[in-house]
């Protein structure tokens, strides 16, 4: 499985010790799973090359055709996606970046917010708001980095953790099409950082209380 970031590392930007409150609770969940589980909820999923786009679901809640177990599942993945989309525009907004940091909030920032727009689609009114977010100051030069990592590790395990119990087919395929995404995010970032981007064969899912639960530790979502 994924480890969060260096402690040590966050110990240097982090003073106030909310990342790492974010980072140790995704940790605690992630041990919680089990190597069955792992097996058991980790299956791949269908259709991940597929782009989001180009999946035909948007009509399915009007016609009354998705299940609410597969609306309240798309509305915590569209919660997660507004939490991402918000930071980046802000670390954007802040203008502290350069180089490759930078280039990646620009990159990765829209593609969070094509997957708010995505997700906002197929459920139209069903849509849950986006919330009030407070990030202090996560989203400058010294934290930026180590914030993206928590946050594009989180949205990794929230995903995977939540594929085994979706029950439409072209749900499943968007679930995985931006799996995949957010994966080579996480990747990126560790990449920038100089942590190794692949640590492990198996990416360990986490249920969607473990993930609320870590994202609550962070502070940044107000509402």
């Not at 299956?43 to 786009?53: C, D, K, P, W, Y």
Request: proline share 5%.
């Amino acid at each position: 499985m994924s480890n969060p970031p260096d402690p040590r590392a966050i110990d240097r930007v982090d003073p106030d010790g909310v990342l790492r409150e974010g980072a140790e609770a995704l940790q605690s969940a992630r041990v919680g799973q089990t190597r069955s589980q792992l097996f058991r909820r980790g299956g791949v999923l269908a259709g991940a090359g597929l782009a989001v786009g180009a999946i035909p679901i948007g009509f399915a809640i009007g016609q009354g055709g998705l299940p609410g177990g597969d609306i309240k599942i798309l509305n915590y993945a569209l919660t997660l996606e507004y939490l991402e989309a918000a930071f980046y525009a802000e670390a954007i907004k802040k203008g502290e970046l350069k180089g490759e940091e930078a280039m990646f909030a620009e990159v990765v920032g829209a593609h969070e917010t094509t997957h708010v727009e995505a997700l906002k689609k197929v459920l139209g009114g069903k849509a849950v708001k986006a919330p009030k977010v407070d990030f202090k100051d996560a989203t400058g030069k010294g934290k930026f980095l180590a914030t993206a990592i928590v946050l594009e590790d989180t949205g990794v395990s929230a995903y995977q953790g939540q594929a085994p119990l979706i029950e439409t087919t072209e749900v499943l395929a968007t679930a995985g099409a931006i799996l995949a995404v957010e994966a080579r995010h996480a990747a990126w970032a560790r990449d920038i950082a100089g942590d190794n981007p692949a640590p492990d064969a198996f990416e360990m899912p986490m249920d969607m209380q473990a993930v609320l639960d870590a994202v609550e530790a962070t502070g940044f979502l107000k509402g």
